[in-house]
């Protein structure tokens, strides 16, 4: 055993042994090993089934809280997603080939099930907070890890992927890119310069991990989750300088590779890998009209395996992908309306975090940051998720029930501020 693992393993016990009697340190636990893999840091991955043992001993501590289940219901967040959930396990008892969606639906519907938790745990400002706080801090340290990495090494090729979620290039240069509001904003839940300046650190070395994969989704989305930083902040010229000059410097390290990549978006006929997406995506709407209803089966396996079927000329190089676009892929894999309901509940949630944040600002503007930094993961997830199938990806349904613990959380604190207001009022 190394010495990694002898460090991880103890705190994985310890977070278990907590988890019954203090459900939220699970719950944070079990999100801070999703988001961040110490498994893979420790080499320890695969060993013992960690995710499992954190959900099940944060499940046991969480009964405790079933009078508050009805939230399931009451809020349109969870609401939604619990509906969304009959679609898409339909689509796997109707699927093509059954066996090829069990082991991806199986996955999925374990990690809605944790999640549905957040609600559930999360009833106060502080758990807020602190929530965000956790996957800010977890996908911080993986924007260091291969940021730094990478200017370190003069502007190192990030190639590869990290863990089952972010299985690729581009899943990774999402998952950074959500990391730039989320840290943005979680500057406002401290008053410290220091650990202020630290978020901008987070945020440059997330744009220079972006930048190194070479991903032109995850350029694109890394822009959208930028402009949604400089919209909001214009004022705050000095740290919007600071991440500006990161960016440069990090497409300085590597400006030939990178700029000639981003070419390729002027006319995505003359690069394969763009073009394969095209085909994909055309593949994906006849596929999803012949089967409309259900789609061919959740996972992507069912599209896989009669994508050959809709292709003019047979190539092999495109056997085994996916439609590279997160709704088209829910579309087809599981029907019109898990796709109606994907999306639809992405866009509500947006929208309504938007008009959160302005009634924040109205009360208290040291609150607005919370919703803002859902809405601004959110907001990057729709962008860059048009560019890839993550539609199993956890990081949105982490940020969409972190939204649905604020919608529980936010009358609390409105009522009280309107009923001091007409007291004064009436004074």
């Not at 043992?53 to 944060?58: E, S, V």
């Not at 956790?134 to 911080?140: C, D, M």
């Not at 975090?353 to 930094?373: H, K, N, Q, T, V």
Request: glycine letters at 8%; hydrophobic letters at 55%; proline letters at 4%.
């Amino acid at each position: 055993m190394g010495l990694r693992e002898a460090l991880f393993l103890p705190v994985i016990g310890a977070l278990c042994l907590a988890a019954p009697f203090w459900p939220r340190i699970g719950l944070y636990g079990y999100l801070w090993f999703g988001l961040m893999r110490p498994d893979l840091l420790a080499f320890a991955e695969g060993k013992y089934p960690y995710s499992l043992a954190l959900a099940l001993c944060t499940a046991i501590g969480a009964s405790r809280y079933v009078a508050r289940a009805t939230v399931w219901l009451r809020n349109p967040f969870c609401l939604w997603l619990l509906v969304l959930q009959l679609p898409v396990g339909l689509s796997v008892l109707a699927a093509v080939q059954p066996e090829l969606s069990f082991e991806r639906y199986q996955a999925y519907i374990r990690m809605i099930l944790v999640l549905l938790l957040i609600p559930l745990l999360i009833a106060q400002v502080e758990d807020c907070r602190r929530l965000l706080l956790v996957a800010a801090a977890s996908l911080g340290l993986l924007a260091l890890k291969f940021g730094v990495y990478g200017v370190v090494h003069g502007g190192a090729e990030l190639n590869s992927g990290y863990g089952e979620m972010l299985a690729d290039n581009n899943f990774l240069a999402l998952a950074l890119a959500m990391t730039i509001p989320l840290a943005w904003h979680c500057r406002a839940f401290t008053s410290s310069s220091l650990i202020r300046a630290l978020w901008v650190g987070v945020i440059g070395a997330a744009m220079a991990g972006i930048v190194m994969t070479g991903s032109r989704g995850g350029s694109i989305a890394m822009l959208a989750g930028l402009l949604f930083v400089f919209l909001r902040n214009r004022r705050n010229l000095v740290p919007l300088l600071v991440i500006a000059a990161f960016l440069a410097g990090a497409v300085y390290l590597v400006q030939d590779r990178y700029l000639n990549r981003m070419e390729t978006l002027e006319n995505v006929h003359a690069e394969a890998s763009a073009e394969s997406r095209l085909l994909h995506a055309s593949i994906a709407l006849k596929m999803a009209s012949d089967y409309p209803l259900l789609g061919v089966g959740f996972g992507g396996f069912n599209y896989a395996a009669l994508a050959p079927r809709y292709m003019d000329e047979y190539d092999p190089q495109l056997l085994n992908h996916v439609a590279h676009n997160s709704y088209l892929q829910m579309l087809v894999d599981s029907g019109i309306f898990a796709f109606l309901l994907y999306g639809g509940l992405l866009a509500r949630t947006i929208i309504w975090l938007g008009r959160s944040a302005a009634r924040m600002r109205e009360l208290d503007p040291a609150y607005e940051a919370i919703p803002l930094a859902i809405q601004g993961a959110l907001i990057v997830f729709a962008v860059g998720s048009t560019f890839y199938s993550c539609q199993r990806m956890d990081l949105p349904y982490i940020f969409l029930m972190a939204a649905a613990a604020w919608r529980t959380i936010e009358p609390t604190m409105i009522a009280p501020n309107m009923i001091e207001s007409t007291m004064t009022n009436t004074a």
